[in-house]
C-alpha cells in the first residue's frame, strides 16, 4: 500500500546496515574462496558482486573488508578485488577454519588442525594442573559428565556443547592468555566434526573417560597425567576420523 502523503517518512538506514545481507554475502564469497570456486589470482569486480548476490555495493564492500582482513583478499584500484595465495591468508581465523571444513578439503584441514593440537593442547593441559581454579576443575569436570549424558540420548549438539565448554575451560585454566586465544581454533574443529557428520552417533566411551581423566589429573595438580591424557583425547579423535574416512571410502 503506498504511503500517505501526510505520513512520516520512514527513516534512513543506518551506516552499515543490513548485517544479515552483509554475513550471507561474506560467507557464500569467503566459502567460495577457501573451497576453490574462485581461484587464487582470480579478480572480481564490486559492480559484479552486487548483481551477483542481490545486495548494494556497500554490503559488497564490507564484506570485501573483512575477507580482506583475513588476507584471503587484496583490493587494487581500477583493478578489482584480487584473490591472494593460501599462504597469505590467516589460516587460524574461525571463520576461514569454518569454511574450510564445509569444503572439498574438509579431512585434510582436520587432520591438520588435530596436528596442531598435538602442539598446543598437551601443555595447556600441564599448565592448568598447575594453575586451574576450584571453578575450574568444577566446571570441566561438570562438562565430562553431561558428555556421557548426552552421549547416551546420542545427543550430538548437547554433546558438543559440553565438549566445547571442557576444552575452552582447560585453555583457559592454563593461565596463558595465547593458548587461551586458541579455544576458538578447538571449537571449530569440534563443532566441524559434528555438523559434518565425522562424529559417531554414539561417541566412544573411551573419549569421555579420557576427558575424566583430564579433569581428574588438572584437579589432583598432576601435570604429566593430564598432559598424557590430553594427548590420548587427541589421538583418539585422530583415529575415529580415520576410521569414518575408511568407511565412506569402502560404500
Request: with cysteine; charged share 20%.
Given at each position: 500500500?503506498?504511503?500517505?502523503?501526510?505520513?512520516?517518512?520512514?527513516?534512513?538506514?543506518?551506516?552499515?546496515a543490513?548485517?544479515?545481507?552483509?554475513?550471507?554475502?561474506?560467507?557464500?564469497l569467503?566459502?567460495?574462496?577457501?573451497?576453490?570456486e574462485?581461484?587464487?589470482g582470480?579478480?572480481?569486480?564490486?559492480?559484479?558482486?552486487?548483481?551477483?548476490?542481490?545486495?548494494?555495493?556497500?554490503v559488497?564492500?564490507e564484506?570485501?573488508?573483512?575477507?580482506a582482513?583475513?588476507?584471503?583478499?587484496?583490493t587494487?584500484?581500477?583493478?578489482?578485488?584480487?584473490?591472494?595465495?593460501?599462504?597469505?591468508?590467516?589460516?587460524?581465523?574461525?571463520?576461514?577454519?569454518?569454511w574450510?571444513?564445509?569444503?572439498?578439503?574438509?579431512?585434510?584441514?582436520?587432520?591438520?588442525?588435530?596436528?596442531?593440537?598435538r602442539?598446543?593442547?598437551?601443555?595447556?593441559?600441564?599448565?592448568?594442573?598447575l594453575?586451574?581454579t576450584?571453578e575450574?576443575?568444577?566446571?570441566?569436570?561438570?562438562?565430562?559428565?553431561?558428555?556421557g549424558?548426552?552421549?547416551k540420548?546420542?545427543?550430538l549438539?548437547g554433546?558438543?556443547?559440553?565438549?566445547?565448554?571442557?576444552?575452552?575451560?582447560?585453555?583457559?585454566?592454563?593461565?596463558?592468555?595465547?593458548?587461551?586465544?586458541?579455544?576458538t581454533?578447538?571449537?571449530?574443529?569440534?563443532?566441524?566434526?559434528?555438523?559434518?557428520?565425522?562424529?559417531?552417533?554414539n561417541?566412544n566411551?573411551?573419549?569421555?573417560?579420557?576427558?575424566?581423566?583430564?579433569a581428574?589429573?588438572?584437579?589432583?595438580?598432576?601435570?604429566?597425567?593430564?598432559?598424557a591424557?590430553?594427548?590420548?583425547?587427541?589421538?583418539?579423535a585422530?583415529?575415529a576420523?580415520l576410521?569414518?574416512?575408511?568407511?565412506?571410502?569402502?560404500?
Amino acid at each position: 500500500m503506498p504511503r500517505s502523503a501526510d505520513a512520516p517518512a520512514p527513516p534512513p538506514r543506518p551506516q552499515g546496515a543490513e548485517p544479515g545481507l552483509h554475513a550471507g554475502v561474506l560467507d557464500a564469497l569467503g566459502a567460495q574462496i577457501v573451497g576453490g570456486e574462485v581461484a587464487v589470482g582470480e579478480v572480481l569486480r564490486i559492480d559484479q558482486l552486487d548483481a551477483r548476490f542481490g545486495v548494494s555495493r556497500s554490503v559488497v564492500r564490507e564484506a570485501v573488508r573483512v575477507l580482506a582482513s583475513m588476507g584471503l583478499v587484496e583490493t587494487r584500484r581500477r583493478l578489482g578485488v584480487r584473490v591472494r595465495p593460501r599462504d597469505q591468508w590467516n589460516v587460524f581465523d574461525p571463520r576461514v577454519i569454518r569454511w574450510r571444513l564445509a569444503g572439498p578439503g574438509r579431512e585434510d584441514q582436520l587432520v591438520s588442525l588435530g596436528e596442531l593440537r598435538r602442539g598446543f593442547e598437551p601443555v595447556a593441559a600441564e599448565l592448568a594442573a598447575l594453575r586451574a581454579t576450584p571453578e575450574q576443575c568444577g566446571a570441566m569436570v561438570g562438562a565430562v559428565v553431561q558428555m556421557g549424558v548426552h552421549a547416551k540420548a546420542q545427543d550430538l549438539e548437547g554433546y558438543l556443547v559440553a565438549d566445547t565448554l571442557f576444552h575452552t575451560t582447560m585453555l583457559q585454566a592454563s593461565g596463558n592468555e595465547m593458548l587461551a586465544a586458541l579455544s576458538t581454533v578447538v571449537s571449530e574443529v569440534l563443532a566441524g566434526r559434528t555438523h559434518h557428520h565425522l562424529m559417531p552417533t554414539n561417541p566412544n566411551p573411551a573419549a569421555i573417560r579420557l576427558h575424566g581423566d583430564v579433569a581428574e589429573a588438572i584437579g589432583s595438580g598432576d601435570p604429566q597425567a593430564a598432559s598424557a591424557a590430553m594427548r590420548a583425547i587427541i589421538d583418539e579423535a585422530s583415529s575415529a576420523l580415520l576410521a569414518i574416512k575408511a568407511a565412506d571410502a569402502r560404500e
